[in-house]
C-alpha cells in the first residue's frame, strides 16, 4: 500500500476500504467503512476469535451511538459488562482515571483473553490503548475511532498514553492495536469544528508526499466534512489514503530514518500554538496544524525552497474549508513561542530541524533553520 | 549458555562472571562479581555510553552502600542528580509511588537518552523497571539487584511491574533492562532470613532441570547465605548458573512450550500459602517456595512419579540450610488454600495443570492433577 495513490487518474470510489498494517506479528486490519459498528461483532470474531470485550468510551459518544453499539455487542454475546463510560474530556488522560478503569478491569476479573474496546476519539483510544499496554502486562484492544482526527491519526502507530502534570502524553507504551473498525456514519454527529481540524491532518498527507491527493482533496474536502451530507465513498477514501500514508511514513526505512520526521510537518509550529494556549480547549490541536502548515510553508518560501503560488494555495484550501491559517488577532507574543520551539526540539545553538517543503507534495528535513527566520514568519500575519 | 553445567565434573571457580542474554536488538550482559559498585560506571558506559543517570533506591540500601554508589556514579560523571530514595517494602509498587517518580522524572526534565539505575531488591527492581518502561513511553534502565532474590530471579526476563487493590503485579509490562550489574558483596549485608529465602529459588533450578547443579549446592549452599563468611566464588557460580538457567527456561522455543511453565515448579503451592498469609511479611516469597517445593515434591511421590528417598533428601537439604519445609503449626485451612490454587489457574472441572518431578532435576508438566490429590498433600504434615 503505497501512500503515493494516484489520485490524478480516475478512480473508482467505494463506500468501503481496508488497510493492511504489516507489523509481523503484531500485524493489524483497518476496516473503513458504513454501518461498520453493526458489523463490529463479526468483525472482531473474525480476527481475534469469540472472547470476551469490554468496551470503554466517554459520555458523548454513548449518547449519541454508544447504548446501540453496546446492544449490538451484548446481542453477539461479545460482551456482559456495562460499558466504562468516562468523562468527556482530555482530562481523563490522567493517572486518577488510569487507576479507576485498572481497577475496574480487576474487580471485573479480566483474563489475558479478555479484549478492551476503545469507541471514541483521540482521548479514548490512548487512554483504553495505555490500559491495554499495562493490565497484565499486556492484553489486546480493539480500536472503534469515532472522530475524523483519530480516525486518520491515532490508528496508526500503536502510541498510547497518558498526560503527566508536566506535559502532554509523557506518560505512555507502544501497543498496536489488533484490529481497527472505522465506521464513517460516526462522522455524521461529529461537531463541524472537530471535523475541520480532523481534516488538517489529512491535508498534511496531501502536502508532505502526495500533491495528486492534494488537488483531490482540493475538490472533494467540502464533502469530507460535511457532516449528514457527506459523501460517504469520499470519507472511506480519504480516510483509506491517510492511513495508508501514516503506515508508510511510520515504517522504519534503514535508507531513510527521516521519512517518519516528515509527519511533523507544520506541528512544530502547531505544539507551540497549543502550548501557549495551555491547551484551555480554544484552539482545536487540527487548528493549530493548519495554521502550523501555514507558517511551514511560509518558511519554506522564505528560505527559497517553494514557490509563493503554492503557499497561497494552501492558504486559501485551508480557509477555504473554515480553518484558521493566520496569527492575526491572537495576540501571541513571539518569544514564548519561540522558546517553546526550542525547548521541544533541545536545541542547543540557534538552531532547529525542521521540515520544510519544496512546494505541495514534497516535504523535506532541513537540519539547520535559524532561530532569526522562524520568528520573521511567526511575525507574519 | 545451556543451564546444564555439569557440576559433577571439577570446575575452576571464578570471582568474576558474565552471562549473556541473547534477545536480539534487546540482547544484554549481566556481570557478576565482586567490588562491582565501583566499576558500575564503566560498565554503563561501555555497555550504553555516557549518558545521564538517575538512581532509584530504598532508604535501607541507601543506608548501607547507596551513598557510597551515588559518589561513585558523581565521580564518574554519569549523575548529577539526588537518588530517588523510596521507603522500605512492597506498599512502594502502587500508583501513588509510580506517579511519585514519575513527576520526579519530568521536574528533572529527563529525555529518551537519559539511563534509570535501579540498585535495590525485587521491588525496586519492579518499580523502576515499569517507571522505564512508561516514561516517555520508554527509556533504558539498568538493574544492579542487592537481594540474592532479585540477582537469581527478576534480573532476567525483563518483568516489571507494580500492585493493584486487587493483586499482586497485576499492572505492569515486558521491558528488558540494558545492563545487569551484580556486586556479590551487597549480600554482606542482606539479613540471614532474606539470603536463605532467595536460595530456595537458586535451588529450584536444580531442581527442575540440573542435578548436578542441586548436588553442588548440597555441598555448597551454607556457603552462599553465610553473609560476611560467605565464599564469594561459590556465589558468583550459583547466581551465574541460575540467570543463565532461568535464561534458558523463558526463551521463546516452539518445539517446547512448556519449558517456561517449569520456573513453577512448587509455586502453585507458594502462591497459596502468601496468599492466605495476606502478604503479611510473616511469610517470605523464598520461604513460601521452600515449602511449596516440598509439597511438589510429596504430590509428585504420591502420583508415583518420584522415589521417596529424593523427597527426603530435598527436604533434609532445604531444612538444613534454615528453610521451612513443613506446614505444621501454620494452621493453614486446606480449603482456601484449594480455592486460591484453583482461583489463581482458572481451573473449572477439578483438574489442575502442575509441575510435578520424577525426581531431582527432572520436572514436567502433568495436566491432570485432581484435587483430592493435591488435598491430601497439603493434610501431611
Redesign the interface.
Known amino acids: 500500500m503505497s501512500p503515493h495513490t494516484n489520485f490524478d487518474k480516475p478512480m473508482g470510489l467505494s463506500n468501503a476500504s481496508q488497510v493492511k498494517i504489516d507489523l509481523g506479528p503484531r500485524s493489524y486490519s483497518i476496516h473503513i467503512g458504513t454501518d461498520y459498528l453493526e458489523r463490529a461483532p463479526e468483525m472482531i470474531v473474525e480476527a481475534l476469535g469469540r472472547r470476551r470485550c469490554l468496551i470503554v468510551t466517554d459520555s458523548t459518544v454513548q449518547h449519541f451511538y454508544g447504548r446501540r453499539f453496546h446492544d449490538i455487542m451484548t446481542g453477539a454475546g461479545l460482551t456482559r459488562d456495562d460499558p466504562l463510560v468516562m468523562p468527556v474530556g482530555e482530562q481523563t488522560k490522567n493517572?486518577s482515571y488510569?487507576?479507576f478503569l485498572?481497577?475496574n478491569l480487576?474487580?471485573r476479573n479480566i483474563?489475558r483473553n479478555t479484549i478492551l474496546v476503545a469507541l471514541g476519539g483521540g482521548v479514548i483510544g490512548d487512554l483504553t490503548g495505555?490500559v491495554a499496554?499495562?493490565?497484565?502486562?499486556?492484553i489486546d484492544y480493539v480500536q472503534i475511532p469515532t472522530t475524523l482526527l483519530s480516525q486518520v491519526d491515532s490508528a496508526v502507530g500503536g502510541?498510547t498514553?497518558i498526560n503527566?502534570?508536566?506535559?502532554k502524553n509523557?506518560?505512555?507504551?507502544?501497543h498496536q492495536p489488533r484490529l481497527v473498525i472505522i465506521d464513517v456514519d460516526t462522522l455524521k454527529t461529529l461537531p463541524v469544528r472537530e471535523a475541520r481540524a480532523g481534516y488538517a491532518e489529512i491535508i498534511k498527507y496531501g502536502l508532505i508526499g502526495n500533491a495528486s491527493f492534494y488537488r483531490w482533496l482540493e475538490v472533494n474536502g467540502p464533502s469530507i466534512t460535511a457532516g449528514r451530507k457527506a459523501r460517504v465513498e469520499v470519507q472511506v477514501q480519504a480516510i483509506r489514503t491517510s492511513c495508508a500514508a501514516k503506515a508508510w511514513y511510520v515504517m522504519e526505512d534503514e535508507r531513510d530514518a527521516n521519512r517518519r520526521a516528515l509527519l511533523n510537518f507544520g506541528h512544530t509550529f502547531a505544539h507551540a500554538f497549543e502550548s501557549i494556549t495551555n491547551y484551555d480547549g480554544s484552539l482545536l490541536h487540527g487548528e493549530a496544524v493548519a495554521m502550523g502548515l501555514v507558517k511551514a510553508f511560509q518558511l519554506s518560501e522564505r528560505l527559497g525552497h517553494c514557490p509563493h503560488e503554492d503557499v497561497e494555495r494552501v492558504e486559501a484550501h485551508l480557509k477555504g474549508m473554515g480553518l484558521p491559517t493566520s496569527l492575526s488577532g491572537r495576540g501571541w507574543p513571539v518569544h514564548p513561542l519561540i522558546a517553546v520551539m526550542f525547548n521541544d526540539k533541545?536545541v542547543m545553538d540557534g538552531e532547529l530541524t525542521f521540515v520544510l517543503t519544496r512546494g505541495i507534495g514534497e516535504a523535506f528535513v532541513e537540519t539547520r533553520v535559524s532561530t532569526d527566520d522562524v520568528r520573521a514568519v511567526l511575525e507574519m500575519p
Chains 1, 2 share one sequence.
Open positions: 493517572f488510569l487507576s485498572l481497577d480487576f474487580m483474563d495505555f499496554a499495562v493490565a497484565l502486562r499486556g502510541k498514553a503527566s502534570p508536566r506535559g509523557l506518560i505512555g507504551a507502544f533541545k
